[in-house]
């Protein structure tokens, strides 16, 4: 029987060689203390990258997440976002219980907003009700199907926040500047914050990054501390993700094209899903049928492994540790699809 082709996240991927050897011989302090020079490195790279005044190593995408929200909200604050984000509906109601904030959820169907919608909530305050004190947008959008904001719906958004700070989810910040050609910084510039993972397409073992003005991230130091994610001799960790940063970035390329693959024989084999494969421009394939959980049973049974981020919403993730071999399998069992 031959391998099994995980297409349920890009987070089960393994760490490279590379990755492994610089873990094996990285130099360490204790980052508790601010002495892990690895760490210290692996911070100062993301915040060049991302153009801004410095960053924090944390353990995962949703604890930068969190504590973006609480250094710029406080408990009743309204964040107005899309509903399908993450931070709204994947991270265990964390930012009710965390910061006590509540969303403003707008449409974010194809991943980006209608800028007169959030027009409309930003001028709430005018008709007796709670201000909207920030803004949280997802790029990649990954509900949506990996979707790239295009930078300047991006920076009309941010136009239209004004002085409310605006928070980057760029768990996939990498796919979006390949999909869209633009660096991490164009993309990251219309932000306050912005959050990256290591841990998904790059390939690191455990990691993200949190990043926004100098006051911003001493405060959020403190809050990593708070939700007890301060981290020792986090250097190794860090090694690997400076690895990712460094070596695993041009090649997310070879993902989005492997998924716009799998795209067009999900869309052949299921027209009714009315699903368009153009869509499908970094290495998330996401469309709705009534019949997902099926779908996703039935390709498991041929092995090939996927999962629903709805009751009717199937979603399929190409990554470094799925190969054409690979692709060509789950794309031959889509095709024998009974649904
Ligand atoms: C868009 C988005 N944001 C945040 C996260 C959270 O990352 P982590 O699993 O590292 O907590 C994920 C994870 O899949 C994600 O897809």
């Given at each position: 029987m031959s391998r099994v082709v995980d297409l349920r996240s890009d987070t089960v991927t393994q760490p490279t060689e590379a990755m492994r050897e610089a873990m094996a011989t990285a130099v360490v302090g204790d980052d508790g203390y601010g002495e892990d020079p690895t760490v210290a490195a692996l911070e100062a790279r993301f915040a060049e990258l991302t153009g801004k005044e410095a960053a924090l190593f944390v353990p995962s995408g949703v604890m930068g997440n969190q504590i973006a929200l609480r250094v710029l909200c406080a408990p009743g604050d309204v964040v107005l976002c899309g509903a399908h984000q993450h931070v709204v509906g994947f991270e265990m109601?964390?930012?009710?219980?965390?910061?006590?904030?509540?969303?403003?959820?707008?449409?974010d169907d194809a991943g980006v907003f209608d800028l007169e919608e959030v027009a409309e909530a930003l001028a709430a305050e005018s008709d007796h009700q709670v201000a909207v004190r920030a803004l949280a947008v997802e790029n990649t959008h990954m509900y949506a199907g990996g979707v790239p904001w295009p930078p300047h719906e991006l920076a009309g958004l941010a136009a239209l926040a004004g002085d409310r700070p605006l928070h980057l989810d760029g768990a996939r910040l990498f796919n979006a500047a390949v999909a869209t050609g633009e660096s991490?910084?164009?993309?990251?510039?219309?932000?306050?914050?912005?959050?990256?993972?290591?841990?998904?397409?790059?390939?690191?073992?455990?990691?993200?990054?949190?990043?926004?003005?100098?006051?911003?991230?001493?405060r959020a130091r403190v809050e990593r501390k708070r939700l007890g994610g301060a981290l020792r001799q986090a250097g190794f960790l860090a090694a690997a993700g400076l690895v990712a940063l460094d070596t695993m970035v041009e090649r997310l390329a070879e993902d989005h094209a492997r998924a716009r693959r799998l795209a067009e024989a999900f869309a052949e084999a299921l027209p009714e899903a009315d699903y368009d494969p153009a869509t499908c421009r970094t290495n998330i394939v996401s469309f709705d049928h009534p019949e997902a959980r099926r779908i996703v049973e039935e390709l498991a049974g041929a092995?090939?492994?996927?999962?629903?981020?709805?009751?009717?919403?199937?979603?399929?993730?190409?990554?470094?540790?799925?190969?054409?071999?690979?692709?060509e399998r789950a794309v031959a069992a889509v095709a024998r699809l009974r649904v």
């Open positions: 109601g964390a930012a009710a219980r965390n910061t006590g904030v509540q969303f403003w959820a707008v449409g991490p910084a164009a993309l990251c510039a219309p932000a306050t914050t912005v959050m990256a993972c290591l841990s998904k397409g790059l390939c690191a073992p455990v990691g993200s990054l949190l990043a926004g003005p100098a006051p911003l991230m001493e092995g090939v492994l996927g999962g629903t981020v709805g009751p009717r919403r199937a979603r399929f993730v190409t990554h470094h540790d799925v190969d054409d071999d690979d692709l």
